[in-house]
C-alpha cells in the first residue's frame, strides 16, 4: 500500500498522540488538527487527504459544521468519530456527507479497519481503467475517471455514494442486499440496528433525483436495493 495522507480533527491530544503511533508504522502520513477551524482550513487548503478523521465535539466549530463547509468545495473521505450510543451523531453526519463512523471510544485495531477499508475503495478506483463505463438509460458511471452523469450532466457524489452506484448499477434489476453493500461499499458487515447504508442510499436517491426525472432506487423493505430501468 502507498503512502496514505491521512488528516486528524480531533481535539483530544492523548488520543491523536496514540493514533499518530499506532497509524504512522501502518504507511500512513498523518496531519494533526486540534480544533475545527484550524482543521477546516488544512482540509480545504492546498495540501491533499485521502482521507480525513473528524470528530464531532471540537473547539470553535463544531465537526458537523467542518463536514458542511467541507462538502460545499471537497468530497474528499470523512471517517466522523461520534459519542458513543449517539445515534442523532450518526445519522447527522451520514446525512451531511460522511463516508462512515466510529463510536468513541473505540479500540484502534477497529480504526485501523475502517481506515484500510476506505483506503482500498480508493486504490480500486483510479486502478478500475479496465472496467467498462455502465450506461442505464441517460445514466452513465465511468469507473476510470470515477463520474456519473445523466444526459451529460455531472453528478457529484462522495466516493462511497459512487461505490453503492457502481455496485447497485452493475447489477441494475437485481435486488442487491444491505448487507452485500456494508460489505463491499464499507469494507464491513452490517450490524443490528446500523443506519449507514439506509443514509448513503438516501443522499444517492436525493443527488441522482435532482437531474432525472423518474425513481431510480427502488426499496425492498427490509432486504436491500434495486436500481430500476426507466425509459426516458
Known amino acids: 500500500m502507498a503512502d496514505k495522507s491521512l488528516l486528524i480533527i480531533d481535539d483530544d491530544e492523548e488520543l491523536t498522540a496514540l493514533l499518530s503511533e499506532y497509524l504512522t508504522p501502518q504507511g500512513y502520513r498523518l496531519t494533526i488538527a ?30 458537523f459544521e467542518v463536514l458542511k463547509r467541507l462538502r460545499r468545495t471537497h468530497l474528499t473521505p470523512v471517517l466522523m468519530l461520534t459519542a458513543k450510543g449517539d445515534d442523532f451523531d450518526r445519522i447527522f453526519g451520514l446525512e451531511l456527507g460522511a463516508d462512515d463512523y466510529l463510536p468513541k471510544p473505540f479500540n484502534p485495531r477497529e480504526l485501523s479497519a475502517r481506515v484500510k477499508a476506505i483506503v482500498r475503495r480508493l486504490e480500486f478506483l483510479p486502478t478500475s481503467s479496465a472496467q467498462q463505463p455502465i450506461r442505464v438509460d441517460g445514466l452513465l458511471l465511468d ?34 442486499s444491505k448487507n452485500d453493500l456494508s460489505e463491499k461499499v464499507l469494507g464491513r458487515k452490517l450490524s443490528a440496528f446500523d443506519r449507514s447504508i439506509d443514509m448513503h442510499v438516501s443522499n444517492l436517491r436525493r443527488k441522482l433525483q435532482g437531474v432525472c426525472p423518474q425513481e431510480r432506487i427502488k426499496t425492498l423493505r427490509g432486504a436491500g436495493y434495486m436500481l430500476l430501468e426507466v425509459r426516458s
Do not use: C, W
Open 34 to 63: 486540534h480544533d475545527g477551524n484550524s482543521g477546516l482550513q488544512l482540509a480545504t487548503g492546498a495540501g491533499h487527504f485521502d482521507l480525513i478523521l473528524l470528530d464531532v465535539m471540537l473547539p470553535g466549530i463544531d465537526g
Open 143 to 176: 469507473p476510470a475517471i470515477q463520474q456519473v452523469t445523466y444526459k451529460e450532466q455531472v453528478i457529484e457524489l462522495t466516493g462511497t455514494e459512487f461505490a453503492m452506484l457502481h455496485l447497485l448499477m452493475a447489477n441494475q434489476g437485481r435486488l442487491v
